[in-house]
């Protein structure tokens, strides 16, 4: 499904309810604009451990950092939940293997295996439940050997975070441009928000449009909190490095 398809598809029933997850041709035509995806591949490269040879990424959508790395590691493997996702990774990737689970319920020791590293690019705003969070820890934990590192990035839960934030982003290509209008609201003292979003999307070679609504429901964390998560099921080592851009999370077994 291109974009043509995207719109016509939206057009057919404008009033269902769509997550920007349902169409992975949309969401890596925008994330791929507006995302340094070279910088997902530094942050591997900055943080793993001596040997690493056996890379997984937890979250791993429509695979761009699997088919950036698949021929730097000997092992890579993306694990997402989202088929359709890995329908479209399944054709950028050529040697990764990839996984259709639920980070919150799989774990590579399931299979076996164990990784030298594994990372999650941005995706704990997902694990809105605290019970997740600790679910997702072990999982990481237990996918990892002695001495292996985990890594990930996060917008900290604080007093600074504005409420009721609104963000317009415009993306396009020479046939395509897509606009997102998004207003976001914290909802709980827990850090939990809903983001609104509204997608205009064009085929600028046919003339054609749509518009698009969606709620993504999300979490920020506070460091402490993040911390508590990882120490408790074993991690010996854990910083938070708050620099320039996002704040890190590097943990290690």
């Known amino acids: 499904m291109d974009l043509s398809a995207v719109i016509r598809d939206i057009n057919e029933n404008p009033h269902r309810e769509r997550s920007f997850y349902e169409y ?31 890379v997984l990424e937890f979250g791993c959508g429509a695979g761009p950092l699997p088919a950036r790395i698949d021929h730097t590691y000997d ?3 993306g694990v997402d939940s989202n088929e359709a996702m890995l329908e479209l990774a399944e054709k950028r990737v050529t040697n990764a293997e990839l996984r259709n689970a639920d ?27 605290d019970q997740d969070l600790e679910f997702f820890a072990e999982n990481v934990y237990e996918s990892l050997r002695d001495d292996g590192v985990f890594v990930t990035f996060f917008e900290p839960f604080s007093d600074t ?19 997102r209008h998004a207003t976001s609201a914290l909802t709980s003292s827990a850090g939990h928000y809903t983001t609104t979003y ?12 749509a518009r698009m609504g969606t ?39």
Do not use: C
């Open 75 to 77: 092992d890579v493997m």
């Open 215 to 253: 709620v993504f429901r999300g979490r920020f964390f506070t460091p402490k909190r993040l911390t508590a998560a990882f120490t408790n099921v074993g991690f010996n080592t854990i910083d938070i490095i708050d620099r320039d851009g996002p704040t890190i999370l590097h943990a290690i077994r």
């Open 161 to 179: 975070i504005a409420n009721g934030s609104r963000e317009v982003h415009s993306v396009e290509s020479e046939r395509y441009s897509v606009k």
């Open 198 to 209: 509204l997608f205009l999307i064009r085929d600028k070679e046919r003339g054609k449009s």
């Open 24 to 54: 992975p041709e949309l969401y890596e035509f925008f994330q791929s604009r507006v995302v340094d995806r070279d910088a997902h591949v530094g942050l591997v490269e900055r943080f793993e451990p001596n040997g690493t040879n056996r």
């Open 103 to 129: 980070f919150t319920e799989w774990s590579a020791a399931d299979e076996d295996q164990s990784f030298d590293m594994t990372v999650l690019m941005g995706g704990l705003l997902h694990l809105t439940d």
